[in-house]
């Protein structure tokens, strides 16, 4: 099984920092919605959590407070 924490397995030359911004904001292609997110490097990060944004289009992760806007 590859491992999640490379760039080459992610299949992108750069991961998104995790934790680096505070606000994000998602579409529906995103849910379920979980932080960290796909993309962001997972070895310095905490656990993934999923977040429940559908209801009110916002949601905020207890982990790291970063702030997810579902914008369609």
């Known amino acids: 099984m590859p491992n999640p924490d490379t760039a080459a397995t992610a299949g992108q030359d750069k991961l998104i920092q995790p934790n680096a911004e ?8 995103d849910l379920p919605l979980h932080c960290p997110m796909e993309g962001m490097s997972l070895w310095n990060s905490h656990p ?3 977040l429940p ?3 009110t289009g916002t949601a905020k992760c207890p982990y790291c407070g970063a702030d997810y806007t579902l914008k369609d």
């Open 22 to 29: 505070n606000r994000y904001e998602v579409s529906r292609s």
């Open 48 to 50: 993934r959590v999923y």
């Open 53 to 55: 944004i559908e209801e």
